[in-house]
């Protein structure tokens, strides 16, 4: 089960963010300066990076303590980062004021926040075992 769920967090993150946001509303943005796209770039390619070792380190070294870490602290930095953004002005809309959403609920906390509260209840399931 532990690692059916750390394989679904890291398509999130390592898979699915990049292809929702290599386009013209993230990485090719006009609106955005060079600075913020080097920033989304680097993200992206972490954030991948760290997903390929997730995977590496679940199916091909039967490690699954320090891939579900490191899976809790990407879906859980979105998590802590959108629950920041009034502080520092973030918003997952864009700049036209649309939002993509699924049930009424921002895609990113969805699927974040699924993936962080299955992450989480894995880990405690083996501290129970």
């Given amino acids: ?14 898979f699915a963010v990049p292809f929702l946001e290599i386009n013209d509303t993230h990485v ?13 770039v680097w993200q992206l390619l972490t954030n991948s990076g760290i997903g390929l070792l997730c995977l590496w380190l679940v199916w091909a070294k039967k490690e699954t303590k320090l891939s579900l870490i490191l899976s809790m602290l990407v879906t859980g930095g979105f998590l802590l980062a959108f629950g920041l953004k009034e502080f520092y002005g973030g918003s997952m809309k864009y700049l036209d004021g649309s939002e993509k959403t699924l049930l009424g609920i921002n895609i990113g906390l969805l699927g974040f926040g699924v993936a962080f509260v299955l992450l989480v209840a894995s880990s ?6």
Avoid: A, C, Q, Y
């Fill in 1 to 14: 089960m532990k690692k059916i769920v750390i394989t679904f967090s890291v398509v999130l993150f390592g």
């Fill in 28 to 40: 090719f943005n006009p609106d955005w300066t060079p600075h913020v796209r080097i920033h989304e």
């Fill in 124 to 129: 405690l399931v083996d501290r129970k075992k």
